[in-house]
């Protein structure tokens, strides 16, 4: 019955007719059998390796993958790392031929997938794979096909994701001269066949990748102290030195689910990166190409871990010295590895090196956009690329156009200070002190300046050596950059101030307008520090404080939140504004002054615009910032300002006889009398025009913006006129806030004639815009027409020129100087109502002389020696003067010598006539306005005495004696003037012009001697006997101790500070 329906085919294949199915003969199935082995025989055989680690259910998915490879010479070998039972289990429903191995977890795959080495007989290929990876059924004969056709030895597939195949993860990567892995697919990437060429490249992960056994076995397998983590780079890259192929076939795919799988959890995967990466460098090169290129990895990763300290991220610094160590620890094994891999060389270091691409990987970084990073750390390092793409497209082509011609316009101005050198007139002072100096000097508690004192230094030191470590000890590039730099500065502070009101052609006006100020030029030319620091940074606090008021558009009150402004956090802002606070409050303690100003007018403004503003919390930001600052400063704020508190501690000694401005110059931003410029009429113009338009939170800055203009324009007027008890600071530093409300109110009326123009009915309002660019012309004019002289009008002479001389070597002096506090770059006290007397250790202007020391008791017998020669009393001024070290009495009347214009100030003739009768003063004619008088009783500074003792005796007795002294000077022996030596005869005296102290020590022939008070107040010591002696200060281990934590404190500051800005977020609207 059953024979009747059944019908036998040909080619082996009988039909069942009732059921209509066709199955193969017998002889059929064992001649398919005998095919299949005879070509199981002739294909190479592959071993496919795993490591299964904690696998999951989908691992019996990836072992199907394995099954179902219609490459017929397989093995398969499991390596589990936890109980091998259950993947025994698993493997035997997919792989019932399938190997299972036990490893440990901790050796990482590297090292596990080394244990196939141990055999005697090896495959001719291994397939490594993760745990995690399902193959497509023609993978491996793909893979297999592909080596021998191009004869590669290393292999890759193209990986694709697990859930969505059409999305890419891997087609192989490239790599640089670092080391860094570059991918050939972006994050997100879809596979729309655009990478199925077959290509060599440098890189296959292990993933999934086939390698020849006889390679795998010559290089030794993986680097097993390597553990996990780029040891699928190292092997690559000692394939090619071996000679060999790495490549990639994309049609054959690979899915993966990209599961965590740590396998040395005790180390994070970043530390793991780089510790591989560079052990790949250190061994992988030749000793030729080391010397190259290990130098530049060291500098490379050096400045990445200090950025990441500017940024808060600490776990850089950690990572550079963990890589180094760890790898330098490791110096027995990557000696080793170097020998074998000498051996197997057959491509040299270039040939290597033109094999890889060009540049730096995380320097590329910076232009990917952020779309196509996935991490928020690669979000950050996009940015700049965003930065880019927003110059290059739309209305901010203006932004570019501005850049580009103020980067022209004042690099052309600036040509002189940059090609030569910056003149040293007014504050502007060279940094003659190495960073080491810097740092003794800030350490040190010995004051030069004046007549001695023990005390803190200000912190402006300690930055300007931190600052100098970053410009490579350059003091002079560092000084002219941040004298040229807060020009720059403070235009892109009023930059990001502007940035919230969403207006290219607004921010694009600010910045002109305070671009085109006169102030900061004005403080070039007369040697004003203070206000070119105010300038730089006052647009920044302008910025702080609006962002702290929450007022709109940088908040919600009053009007819409700007999609620029950021989210409110008051630990942010707070940091923000007291260190920003703190380190220029360091510099010029006239910031208090500005920043006060600032605030007064933002309340004033608002409350005549009848605007909305956060007042609690901006002055809640603002007493905790200030308390922020004072506690950065607070060493030097206890010992500077609160032991002799006047306001000369912060607006020095000035008098308004330099005062060289009216009310119409300041109205017209105009520092110097006489200049009646009609082009300077422009900015009241200009800071007036939005009153007449603007609406909404342009309405309410421009009225802030006007009322700053006001305010600095008020402060020259009621200084003019004498209404305070104090002088104010020169006219520079009142109009920085007067140039800053015109730039603001400029912005809004550009903003006002954009967006509110077109609500009024035409009328006279029409007319308004013609009258801004006519302002705007009148106001750019003057600056185009400065820049032509190539230095911004500072004078060409300076007095270190005329004063010093290279013959004059002795350090062991001290030189009084008296002039207009305005000529002077040495602060000073009061002297003769109007004018300011200074002492210094040095003929030439440095940058320690910008602070003097809080008064002393030995101060008022200089103002007592100096009565007494105005009062015709004496004619030996110069041995009143000779025990405070005081060598040089010098007269300033002019700024600058001739034939230099500069500043002016007359000294009273009687001072001067009272000077040249002097019979120990010899008079030295230097310059017209500048005189310099040489004492010829002078002691020096640190000296010794024969003839008359000065120890247990009182000042005036020594002044009313008549018995000459025979003195010789000691040796100055360092350059910051805390040590000297000489040779003393038997039973002398040393005298040091210092307030008694026994910080100083001295020795004689090794021999302590004990210190004594000289003349009433200074420092003295007796020998018995002849010798040579060493007189050195020596600062007390607490001073030490607390500059040290102050130090602390400001990295503390800093760190939180970076971090804190590194979280910030922009609103979400």
């Known amino acids: 019955m059953l024979s009747s329906r059944i019908r036998i085919l040909t080619r082996g294949y009988i039909l069942i007719a009732d059921l209509g199915i066709i199955l193969p003969t017998v002889e059929k199935i064992k001649a398919n059998e005998e095919k299949i082995e005879s070509e199981r025989l002739l294909l190479p055989p592959v071993e496919i390796v795993v490591v299964a680690h904690n696998p999951d259910e989908w691992f019996s998915e990836v072992l199907a993958s394995f099954a179902v490879q219609n490459y017929p010479n397989i093995r398969v070998t499991v390596l589990a790392t936890n109980s091998i039972e259950s993947i025994e289990k698993l493997a035997a429903e997919y792989l019932p031929q399938a190997e299972v191995h036990p490893v440990s977890s901790s050796h990482g795959v590297g090292r596990n997938f080394n244990t196939l080495l141990e055999r005697q007989e090896h495959p001719a290929f291994y397939l490594f794979c993760h745990h995690d990876v399902s193959l497509a059924p023609d993978a491996v004969r793909l893979m297999v096909e592909e080596s021998f056709r191009s004869n590669a030895a290393v292999i890759g597939p193209k990986v694709v994701n697990w859930d969505r195949p059409n999305e890419l993860l891997d087609v192989g990567y ?71 192929k790495v490549m990639v076939v994309p049609l054959a795919i690979a899915r993966h689910r990209e599961e965590p799988g740590n396998y040395q959890i005790s180390n994070s995967q970043m530390k793991n990166r780089e510790r591989h990466r560079l052990r790949g460098l250190l061994s992988n090169y030749g000793m030729l190409h080391s010397v190259r290129v290990l130098p530049q990895a060291f500098i490379f990763s050096m400045v990445f871990a200090i950025s990441g300290v500017f940024s808060g991220n600490l776990s850089r610094l950690k990572i550079f010295l963990d890589t180094w160590g760890w790898n330098l620890f490791h110096t027995k094994s990557l000696l080793e590895k170097r020998k074998c891999l000498k051996r197997l060389r057959q491509v040299p270091d270039s040939g290597i090196r033109q094999m890889q691409v060009r540049g730096v990987a995380p320097v590329k970084r910076l232009f990917v956009h952020p779309e196509h990073s996935g991490s928020y750390s690669e979000q950050s390092k996009g940015r700049f690329s965003l930065f880019l793409q927003e110059m290059r497209s739309g209305p901010s082509r203006v932004s570019l156009a501005f850049l580009i011609a103020a980067s022209v316009i004042f690099i052309f101005g600036s040509r002189h200070l940059i090609t030569r050198s910056t003149p040293v007139v007014g504050d502007l002072v060279p940094f003659d002190l190495g960073i080491k100096g810097t740092f003794d000097l800030w350490f040190s508690s010995q004051w030069q300046t004046g007549i001695g004192y023990e005390g803190v230094h200000p912190n402006a030191l300690g930055i300007i050596g931190v600052l100098g470590i970053f410009f490579w000890g350059c003091m002079g590039f560092l000084r002219l950059v941040l004298t040229l730099g807060m020009v720059p500065i403070g235009v892109l502070g009023i930059w990001f101030l502007l940035k919230p009101f969403n207006s290219a052609w607004m921010k694009t006006a600010g910045a002109v307008i305070y671009f085109v100020a006169p102030v900061a030029y004005q403080s070039i030319s007369t040697g004003s520090w203070d206000g070119l620091i105010l300038f730089g940074c006052l647009p920044w606090m302008l910025l702080f404080l609006a962002r702290a008021s929450r007022s709109s558009p940088f908040g919600p009150i009053g009007g819409p939140t700007s999609r620029f402004a950021f989210e409110a956090d008051i630990f942010r802002e707070v940091l923000t504004l007291g260190f920003i606070l703190g380190l220029v409050f360091s510099f010029s303690p006239l910031v208090l002054f500005a920043v006060t100003l600032t605030v007064v007018c933002l309340c004033v403004g608002s409350l005549v615009a009848g605007w909305k503003l956060g007042f609690s919390r901006l002055f809640l930001i603002l007493i905790l910032s200030y308390a922020m600052a004072a506690a950065l400063n607070f060493p030097w704020i206890l010992d500077y300002f609160f032991s002799d508190f006047s306001w000369n501690t912060i607006f020095h000694t000035r008098s308004t006889v330099a005062e060289t401005v009216d009310l119409l110059g300041a109205l017209r931003l105009q520092t110097e009398l006489g200049q009646n410029s009609v082009f300077g009429w422009g900015f009241p113009a200009l800071a007036f025009v939005p009153l007449m338009l603007a609406r909404g939170e342009r309405w309410a800055w421009a009225v802030r913006g006007c009322s700053l203009y006001l305010a600095g324009v008020a402060a020259i007027w009621v200084n003019g006129m004498g ?27 550009v903003g006002s004639l954009q967006r509110d123009l077109q609500t009024y009915k035409f009328g006279w309002r029409q007319l308004i815009p013609v009258t801004a660019i006519i302002a705007s012309c009148l106001v750019i004019l003057p600056v185009l027409g400065s820049a032509f002289s190539g230095d911004w009008g500072i004078p060409d002479d300076e007095l270190n020129d005329v004063l010093f001389s290279e013959e004059e070597t002795n350090q062991n002096i ?38 003097q020391p809080p008064e002393q008791p030995a101060d008022q017998f200089v103002a007592e020696a100096f009565d007494l020669a105005l009062k015709n009393g004496t004619t030996n001024l110069g041995k009143l003067l000779a025990p405070f070290g005081i060598t040089d009495v010098v007269l300033i009347e002019k700024s600058a010598p001739l034939p230099s214009k500069g500043l002016s100030v007359e000294l009273p003739e009687k001072l001067k006539l009272s000077l040249s009768r002097q019979l120990d003063l010899a008079k030295i004619e230097i310059a017209p306005g500048i005189n310099r008088y040489r004492n010829l009783s002078a002691f020096g500074f640190a000296s010794s005495v024969e003839g008359v003792a000065l120890i247990d005796k009182q000042f005036r007795t020594y002044a009313s004696g008549t018995q000459p002294l025979s003195v010789s000077s000691l040796v100055a022996t360092g350059a910051t003037g805390t040590s000297y030596q000489g040779m003393i005869k038997q039973n002398s005296e040393v005298y040091l012009a210092f307030p008694f102290s026994d910080h100083w020590k001295a020795k004689l022939n090794g021999q302590t001697i004990q210190p004594s008070i000289a003349l009433g107040w200074g420092t003295g010591y007796f020998s018995e006997e002849s010798g040579l002696l060493e007189v050195t200060y020596e600062t007390g281990k607490k001073h030490i101790y607390l500059m040290s934590l102050q130090c602390l404190l400001w990295f503390v500051a800093f760190v939180g500070l970076a971090r804190s800005l590194a979280t910030a977020r922009r609103v979400q609207l």
């Not at 008890?725 to 009326?749: C, I, K, T, W, Y």
């Open 174 to 244: 490239e790599m640089d001269k670092f080391g860094y892995p570059i991918s050939r697919v972006e994050k997100g990437e879809l596979d729309q066949e655009q990478h199925d060429a077959v290509s060599e490249v440098f890189v296959v992960s292990t993933t999934a990748t086939l390698v020849r056994a006889d390679l795998f076995e010559a290089l030794g397998g993986f680097d097993e102290v390597m553990g996990m983590i780029g040891e699928d780079v190292d092997l690559c890259w000692r394939s090619k030195i071996a000679g060999a």
């Open 723 to 749: 209404y305070l008890p104090f002088v104010l600071p020169r006219a520079e530093v009142l109009l920085v806030p007067a140039a800053l409300g015109v730039a603001v109110a400029s912005a809004m009326g």
């Open 814 to 851: 001290r030189v009084l100087w008296i002039g207009d506090d305005d000529l002077l770059a040495a602060s000073g006290r009061q002297f003769l109502d109007n004018f300011t007397i200074s002492i210094t250790s040095t003929l030439e202007s440095t940058f320690i002389d910008r602070w």
